[in-house]
């Protein structure tokens, strides 16, 4: 099929129908008239935040008739709101409300790196991501002067063009590992545990490890891969220092950024991280994870992030250290209200990664690990299938995604605003502008 004869999933036309659609279906819900039954999503990525997403990667511009702030959980974010000021004192919405956070807060030689917005890429390898999927969104980091994360898959050829914009990440199972993509790249991330399943480890289904897959990881083709839950050489706080000190040696500039998930002493693994040298640590709550993560595991193993994140903010404050540590969240982050309760919370920025594929088009259908076909995702997303890869074209997915993060970003500027705040910085720890709403959202 020719290049400019692929059709995109979900076209814009589209989304305005289901929109208008979904739009008087809740109008005639609420006389009692007709009830729409569920077609897209669940509690939490509800059919609303996705055609939401879609509406705002779409236009550049939030919807006015659905709901992007909230899911339907009861608990966690969506029970959390803002404590706004009188309307008479809010800022007035401008380009001048700064959202740029600073990843290096040590006082060292390495760089200061400023992304323009508080978030960055989550790691999804190629292998469980297409090369088209990374590079639309090593592209779009480049655009917005943040970063991507490579997961545990290794580094494609194409991604050096975007290098000063790419973490490499450096996994248990050491895919892909190599001197030449940790000399490239700006921040190298130590990936100890992810959240969607701590104590489990990674797997990649045979189906999905062909032959350029298994060529990057020094594995057989189509032969599932595995991921220890550990690093076997990790054991402490001595031994994870001399992990920093071995990737340091291969590129002494390079920021260290440790992601961890959320057990119950997550607060005294940060503090360990940093004295072993750490510049980012990155909390990974449970509910994060596409649909590959297994849901007894999302919900029942991690802390959630929510919880994680002010329970390190305050003990990091308690050891003298905060100021010196760039705090990042992730896990069941959807929305820029998501992002600004977390800043709230203690973080001083996001990762996102599943809100970047319902920005391409993912319906959370759950069907990423590729199904009875085991070809992987039916929208070219979450596939390496040389057909369905190519769903999904480079230069639309930047598209998407600049439109999407734009309207992020015009979102947390108008939550800082109603706060009095004009620079998201200011934000960092302010459970004092947080209210717990009822269960019926009042």
Request: hydrophobic residues 35%; glycine residues 10%; contains cysteine.
């Amino acid at each position: 099929m020719a290049k400019n004869k692929l059709p995109v999933f979900p076209s814009e036309t589209m989304i305005h129908k289901i929109t208008n659609l979904l739009h008087d279906g809740m109008e005639a819900r609420t006389t009692g008239k007709f009830e729409i039954p569920p077609a897209l999503g669940d509690a939490r990525w509800t059919d609303e935040l996705i055609l939401s997403t879609w509406h705002m990667a779409a236009t550049g511009t939030l919807p006015e008739n659905l709901n992007y702030k909230t899911g339907k959980s009861n608990g966690g974010f969506d029970r959390l709101d803002f404590k706004t000021l009188d309307e008479e004192q809010w800022l007035k919405h401008s380009e001048d409300i700064s959202t740029s956070i600073e990843l290096n807060r040590r006082d060292d030689h390495r760089k200061k790196l400023s992304p323009a917005i508080p978030i960055y890429g989550g790691g999804m390898s190629y292998g469980s991501v297409s090369v088209n999927v990374m590079m639309a969104r090593a592209i779009h980091a480049k655009n917005w002067n943040t970063y991507m994360s490579t997961g545990e898959g290794g580094y494609p050829e194409e991604l050096y063009e975007c290098r000063e914009n790419v973490i490499t990440q450096v996994a248990t199972g050491l895919f892909g590992v190599e001197e030449k993509s940790i000399q490239a790249s700006p921040i190298i991330e130590f990936k100890y545990a992810q959240g969607a399943k701590p104590g489990l480890g990674g797997h990649l289904l045979a189906s999905k490890a062909g032959e350029e897959v298994a060529k990057m990881r020094g594995s057989v083709p189509f032969v599932s891969l595995f991921s220890p839950f550990p690093f076997h050489s990790t054991y402490s706080v001595e031994d994870h220092s001399k992990h920093i000190d071995w990737v340091q040696t291969i590129n002494p500039d390079a920021l260290i950024s440790v992601k961890v998930s959320t057990p119950h002493d997550v607060d005294m693994v940060a503090v360990g991280s940093y004295y072993a040298g750490a510049h980012i640590i990155h909390l990974d709550g449970g509910f994060g994870g596409t649909g590959a993560a297994p849901e007894i595991a999302k919900k029942n193993i991690a802390m959630p992030i929510e919880l994680a994140v002010p329970k390190v903010h305050k003990f990091l404050i308690k050891e003298g250290i905060r100021d010196n540590v760039t705090l990042i969240a992730s896990g069941g982050i959807r929305t820029a209200d998501d992002i600004a309760k977390a800043i709230a919370l203690g973080a001083n920025g996001v990762v996102l990664g599943t809100s970047d594929l319902v920005a391409m088009g993912c319906t959370r259908c759950s069907n990423c690990e590729g199904g009875p076909s085991g070809r992987g995702c039916p929208w070219g997303l979450t596939t390496t299938d040389i057909e369905l890869q190519e769903w999904m074209q480079q230069d639309w997915g930047v598209k998407r995604l600049d439109n999407y993060y734009t309207a992020l970003q015009w979102r947390l500027r108008d939550i800082l605003r109603k706060l009095g705040l004009s620079d998201v910085n200011e934000l960092v720890g302010r459970t004092d502008v947080l209210v717990y709403t009822r269960s019926d959202g009042k």
